[in-house]
């Protein structure tokens, strides 16, 4: 399996007079399905909140989205359950899913107590998952519908950036509307994957069907996207590469001997993930003129083999002395999902503040760009909010974890 790389700038004609112009670089990132048309078997832990407060229909909803997810796997792909309240405990083994029935059978005697300790049940999870790692496709599904009280935040983010370390990506669900979302969205994007809210029970076995169906689709793991920039080229110094699809997310840099890495995690068969690096370009002569190169450099976990590398893909810019701009529209596409994330980032940290006119300003501006992109669902959730601050309300938890992740993706929470 190979990597699929495409790049784009968001303007490729650069003016020659001018000492420097700044472009938007979209590269393009997936897994190419493999002739043979064979997946590497999966390697999944469930991390489920079993504490007192999901007593009732949430436990009992989780547990028929843990049966389906079990009913899914084939013989060969193996499975581990980690269970949390204020403390942690391996439900299920790391095991080859060869007897499903004898698997559901421990998830229906979880029953709802205690409080909730997140990073134990991460750390277990992580024990679980190395069982398995080799060859596989790793991946967890952590729920939880409280806040870690009984645990330490600092720790499940070093988990988290332990687990990326071992190539297991960690996925997050938030159930109702008590859980901290800036913990959990920093787990999953430490961790390499996405983050889920889980409005409603009857929501659950859907948002677990979809994450699975996310996983099935991964064809390779450990992917590092290295950028080579040309002597008079640079990136922004603030914020310079961002993640916009699937999910949104602020990637870190590391910067070494003229060349910049950048973790993303898994690459999917059936959509792209797509970065967008942000270019200081210095003055070039005219013509045709290479400014960068990229590359990746993956890990194949059906034929073993790990820091395989991608061929370099090299970026031009054509330099003009009497200079036309040609926006790209797709990447200028990229840059308005970036702008509706970072619009609300600010409308978040304006409320925080207790501005509630200059975040409400900040939704408004963020659902007009949502328009823009063409993304109604999310236009509807940052006006709506918007309009409350107005008006004088005060944002629910719902609203605000609403408001959270059609900052970042599509909202999923349409029962099926």
């Known amino acids: 399996m190979r990597v699929s790389l495409q790049v784009a700038l968001s303007d490729a004609h650069l003016d020659a007079n001018q000492s420097s112009s700044q472009r938007q670089l979209a590269i393009s990132l997936s897994a190419n399905p493999a002739a043979e048309g064979r997946n590497a078997p999966l390697n999944l832990c469930l991390i489920l909140d079993h504490s007192g407060s999901m007593k009732g229909r949430p436990l009992e909803t989780v547990k028929q ?49 205690g409080g909730t300790a997140i990073d134990e049940g991460m750390r277990l999870a992580i024990e679980e998952l190395a ?20 645990g330490d935040n600092d720790r499940c983010l070093k988990l988290a950036e332990l687990a990326a370390g071992y190539s297991i990506t960690l996925n997050t669900l938030g159930f109702g509307s008590n859980w901290n979302q ?7 994007d430490a961790g390499g994957g996405t983050l889920s809210y889980i409005e409603r029970p009857e929501a659950a076995v859907s948002e677990f069907s979809r994450l699975f169906n996310r996983i099935q689709s991964v064809g390779l793991t450990n992917a590092h996207l290295l950028i080579n920039l040309a002597d008079n080229v640079r990136l922004a110094e ?84 009497v200079f036309q701009a040609a926006p790209n529209p797709q990447v200028q596409q990229h840059l308005l999902a970036l702008a509706k994330y970072r619009q609300t ?17 900040m939704l408004q501006s963020a659902a007009k760009t949502a328009l823009q992109m063409g993304d109604q669902g999310a236009a509807t959730v940052l006006q709506e909010n918007a309009t409350r601050l107005q008006s004088g309300e005060d944002l629910s938890e719902a609203d605000r974890k609403k408001t959270r992740i059609v900052s970042k993706t599509v909202l999923q929470d349409n029962p099926q």
């Open 65 to 113: 989205a843990a049966h389906r997810i079990v009913d899914s796997l084939s013989p060969d792909d193996r499975l581990s359950i980690v269970v949390f309240d204020h403390k942690a405990k391996v439900l299920v083994p790391n095991q080859m899913v060869g007897n499903p029935q004898s698997i559901k059978q421990q998830i229906n005697r979880l029953q709802p107590s």
């Open 131 to 150: 069982k398995g790692r080799k060859e596989s496709i790793s991946q967890a599904f952590l729920l939880t519908d409280g806040e870690n009280e009984h």
């Open 182 to 188: 800036d913990v959990l969205e920093k787990i999953a």
């Open 238 to 321: 603030l914020k310079p590469v961002a993640q916009v699809v699937p999910d949104t997310i602020e990637l870190p840099v590391i910067q070494e001997a003229g060349q910049c890495t950048i973790r993303l995690g898994d690459l999917m068969m059936d959509g792209p993930r797509v970065v967008l690096a942000n270019l200081y370009v210095g003055q070039l002569p005219e013509g045709i003129q290479p400014i960068a190169s990229v590359q990746v450099r993956y890990d194949d976990p059906i034929s073993g083999q790990e820091n395989s590398l991608s061929e370099r893909i090299p970026v031009e810019a054509d330099i003009q002395r």
């Open 345 to 361: 980032k600010i409308a978040e940290t304006k409320l925080q503040q207790g501005d509630r006119v200059g975040a409400a300003t």
